[in-house]
């Protein structure tokens, strides 16, 4: 999975398909991510709670599964697929399939 915190991502599948924002986790084990003001929903808590201490019904954001998420490409300002590119100094990086635009720098250039 290519998603990381702070990714801006666009839902491509399900309720709210075409809505985007930011990732706020990313759970690897379970493939889930949660993602800003995407699914959410209501959770009714007694007066007390540390969130809420009047009680009552907080918004919060569910998980949502990452195949149902794609990066936005810097450049076309789309969702993109994506891809890892190896360098000649033998560190990768993650670009867009269409644009070839580069997204983040994997891993830092190997010293042999």
Known sequence: MHIRKGDTVEVVAGDDSGLRGAVLSVDRKNGKVVVEGINKVYK???RGHPKSPQGGRLHIELAVDASNVMLI???TNKPTRVGVKLNE????ELVAKKSGARLRQLSPA???
């Open 89 to 92: 100094d033998g560190s990768k």
């Open 110 to 112: 190997r010293k042999d």
């Open 73 to 75: 490409c810097p450049e």
């Open 44 to 46: 009714h808590v007694r």
